[in-house]
């Protein structure tokens, strides 16, 4: 004979209330609430785990003030997507889907400005067109740009020991556009003419009639034949014919 019936039917009835009240309360769908502000952090949270930059690196500006999202389910997810591949600089534009489990219910659109510190070549003082590039004529700034510029020069190594096809006012940005490879050899300069072809090599003098930069082709009179020769720049003396 059971002693306590009365304490096994209180653990009974003790359990089943939970379960029921565990089953009801998953059945109730609750609010969930994103502020603008908790908005325009996941998508920076996002940005920052896929942009090439660094974090200190970037600044963010949005543009997007809307009203909070509030939403009703049982089991509330999003998911962030960049739109049109925009590479994480300049005018920008993500989605952020909500879900209710794997439903779609909704969807954000967030509108943020992204500016990248980039090193940039300036020149040092006021440099003219067709001057040969020195240590002390460029250094380097940081600034915000808002796109990248196919032409923005980084590392003075690039532009050091080039020529500027354009004139440079002070703190004037250098483009690579601009710069060109220093002339080695001048119009009207003796060179000697070295002929190449396997194990055959003979030289030979001649002038140059034109402007020669290192690797460039040229065309040069031999001085012996007077004929004009196209050779490729091998130093500032010296050119090759190529077969």
Request: glycine residues 6%.
């Amino acid at each position: 004979m059971n002693r306590f019936p009365h304490v096994k039917l209180l653990f009974l009835l003790v359990s089943v209330s939970i379960l029921i009240g565990n089953n009801v309360y998953a059945g109730i769908p609750k609010e969930v609430r994103f502020t603008q502000g908790h908005i325009h952090n996941l998508v920076q949270d996002y940005i920052e785990e896929n942009m090439p930059w660094s974090k200190d690196a970037v600044r963010f500006e949005f543009a997007s003030q809307g009203d909070d999202v509030v939403l009703r389910g049982e089991k509330i997810s999003h998911r962030i997507v960049e739109l049109h591949n925009q590479g994480y600089i300049g005018d920008a534009r993500f989605s952020v889907k909500y879900y209710d489990y794997n439903t779609f219910i909704r969807e954000s659109i967030v509108r943020v400005k992204m500016e990248v510190q980039r090193d940039i070549v300036v020149a040092s003082r006021r440099l003219a067109r067709d001057v040969q590039i020195g240590d002390e004529d460029v250094h380097v700034v940081k600034k915000w740009v808002n796109r990248m510029a196919p032409n923005i020069v980084s590392d003075p190594k690039e532009a050091i020991g080039k020529r500027l096809t354009v004139g440079a006012a002070a703190n004037e940005e250098i483009q690579a556009g601009y710069l060109k490879s220093p002339i080695l050899i001048k119009r009207g300069a003796p060179v000697r003419i070295v002929y190449e072809n396997g194990s055959l090599s003979v030289s030979a003098l001649g002038y140059s009639e034109e402007d020669g930069v290192s690797g460039g082709l040229v065309r040069i009179r031999n001085a012996a034949s007077k004929k004009t020769l196209h050779a490729r720049v091998i130093d500032d003396s010296m050119v090759a014919i190529e077969f």
